[in-house]
């Protein structure tokens, strides 16, 4: 399993990433709250100390969670229960305390990663790949859309912005998540473009009521 860790302090990283190694896992060491929000996508798990230098690891965990459902192991020096209530209010998996037993570890990071596991198999649902709104139709294996049957040419990225609304049709969907999937990383990602290409999109469909902003949170097709 593939073990993203956040850990400034040099020692407890590298008795930590011996530890994964030699137990069958592939961590990967990062200093800071940014290289998280940058790499998430390469992890199966993380593990987050919140005493980061640049931002702290609470404030990572709430950006992580708007895009994010990356299972999550909180490893810090912070045993009070105010922290350890936001950090599992904010979406932790789980919240540990250090020092903390290595087999102790081990078996949460086992048991979070089974409960993902079986929750991600209990959602998993055929998603339509062919979805209308109106007469507005989105094929997601040809990347072709139709309105009132007619073709209407998108770039790449507006297909793409199109797409992540369309598998979710009439949900909605957040800015942060949007970014995060079309452009691979909401942290990074300039929300200008988003602002652009949705612009864009409206445009050549011309059916505003059917890509609709939420005020505040996002968008949603149809619905």
């Known amino acids: 399993m593939r073990v993203l860790l956040a850990e400034d302090d040099d020692g407890v990283a590298d008795a930590l990433t011996e530890a994964l190694y030699e137990h069958g896992h592939l961590p990967t060491r990062v200093r800071r709250g940014e290289e998280v929000l940058v790499r998430h996508r390469q992890a199966d798990l993380l593990l987050l100390d919140l005493g980061l230098p640049d931002l702290d690891g609470l404030e990572v965990l709430r950006k992580l969670r708007a895009v994010s459902g990356l299972p999550v192991v909180v490893l810090t020096a912070r045993g009070d229960e105010r922290s350890v209530v936001r950090g599992l209010r904010l979406g932790a998996d789980d919240y540990l305390v250090k020092p903390v037993r290595l087999a102790e570890l081990l078996a949460r990071i086992e048991a979070v990663t089974r409960r993902a596991t079986t929750a991600a198999a209990t959602a ?9 709104a109106e007469d507005v139709e989105v094929d997601l294996d040809a990347r072709r859309v139709t309105v009132g049957g007619a073709e209407v040419r998108l770039t790449t990225k507006e297909f793409a912005v199109l797409a992540a609304l369309a598998a979710r049709a009439g949900t909605a969907v957040s800015r942060q998540q949007l970014m995060d999937e079309v452009w691979g990383d909401a942290y990074l990602a300039v929300s200008r473009s988003l602002d652009v290409h949705l612009t864009q999109l409206r445009a050549k469909i011309g059916r505003p009521e059917v890509l ?6 996002g968008y949603r097709f149809g619905g």
């Open 124 to 132: 998993a649902a055929p998603v339509p790949r062919t979805v209308r």
């Open 212 to 217: 609709t902003t939420i005020r505040g949170f």
